[in-house]
């Protein structure tokens, strides 16, 4: 593996530390890029990875991310992100999850997991014997936390339906055609949403029957992952893995709207750039996509200081994505710079870079 430290992601990230636990097979990579105003807050990211270095990367790159997405949401939580290294057959074992908790563990509480893609609840409720630096846990019915992928969805829907009142001047989703990508827990519930509304909708995934199972419940249609970025649609909203907006994939685009829950959607800094220049509004991920880590961030904080902590807080808190996205819009049109680097140093300003 490279050092880490020459790496175009670096960004003078805190701390990179590499877990290995060769008894219970575990290889991880655990990323704080701040600490600025608390505890690194992201989930763990369970994957197989091709290279080393590409776990690398999505640890350096998540991370500030979450940065970025915890100052913009308001948290009092810095940015953090864990990737494990999974075998080709995604071998995941009870020993292999409490190597990992007790890696959090001895952190001392400057990293706090939860779910991300290959991570699910039980995982969480696993580590957590391990560490109580953990969130995403079963709750009762009312109560902040438990799995964020619902909440996730929901903030890019609320931020969807802000982007088509900003660019198309529609104020409901009726007959809006939108592109999803990812089917999972985030696109799928998004999806349901959205078809609750009104929206039309053409679905897929690499999960090819699932995205067709989905369509069939919700009477959109689906069609195959490599064909889903050349929809003409009213919005493309991507929900799988990141790094999908590069020369090739924007030129294929054929929406005036970019709004989804995938981290790093742009592959570089100047993408964001080439969207702007095509006329195409762009939702920044890590404001759009918050939902999701303010329940957690907002469960464990509650769970940490003995309070209760009420769902309707996380429901309004995530009410404001809208209000944040609006606010880079009009300033991004105020300034000509495009919506991620407004986003970029609105972010970089509170954690105090």
Excluded at 131 to 157: E, K, N, Q, R, W
Excluded at 168 to 183: E, F, N, S, Y
Excluded at 299 to 328: S, T
Aim: net charge negative; charged share 20%.
């Amino acid at each position: 593996m490279t050092a880490f430290w020459t790496e175009p992601d670096y960004d003078d990230h805190e701390l990179v530390q590499l877990v290995r636990d060769p008894k219970s097979g575990l290889t991880a990579i655990i990323a704080l890029h701040s600490t600025h105003l608390g505890p690194g807050a992201g989930g763990t990211r369970f994957w197989h990875y091709a290279q080393p270095g590409d776990a690398l990367r999505d640890a350096l790159r998540l991370s500030r991310g979450m940065s970025y997405k915890n100052a913009m949401a308001g948290l009092p939580m810095g940015g953090g992100k864990a990737v494990i290294l999974a075998d080709a057959a995604r071998s995941k074992t009870p020993e292999l999850l409490a190597a990992f908790g007790d890696a959090v563990d001895a952190l001392g509480g400057r990293y706090v997991t939860a779910e991300d893609v290959g991570i699910s609840e039980a995982d969480m409720v696993a580590v957590s014997a391990r560490t109580a630096h953990v969130s995403g846990l079963p709750v009762a019915d009312g109560a902040a936390g438990g799995d964020p992928g619902p909440f996730t969805a929901m903030g890019i829907f609320h931020g969807i339906k802000a982007a088509v009142r900003h660019k198309l001047g529609r104020g409901d989703m009726a007959g809006v055609h939108v592109a999803v990508q990812g089917t999972g827990s985030v696109g799928g519930g998004l999806a349901r949403l959205l078809a609750r509304d009104g929206a039309r909708l053409t679905l897929a995934d690499i999960n090819q029957d699932r995205a067709a199972a989905l369509a069939e419940e919700l009477g959109g249609e689906a069609v195959s992952s490599d064909a889903i970025m050349s929809v003409a649609c009213d919005v493309f909203s991507p929900n799988a893995l990141g790094a999908i907006l590069d020369d090739e994939g924007i030129a294929r685009l054929e929406a005036p709207i970019v709004a989804g829950g995938a981290n790093n959607q742009l592959a570089r800094a100047h993408h964001g750039a080439q969207l702007a220049a095509r006329g195409i509004l762009y939702a920044p991920d890590y404001v759009i996509n918050a939902g999701g880590i303010i329940s957690v961030a907002l469960e464990y904080l509650c769970r940490r200081d003995g309070q209760p902590c009420d769902i309707n807080e996380v429901r309004k808190r995530i009410a404001q994505i809208p209000v944040r996205l609006e606010q880079i819009w009009q300033e991004s049109e105020q300034t000509g710079i495009s919506p991620d680097l407004v986003a970029d140093r609105m972010a970089q300003k509170l954690i105090g870079r």
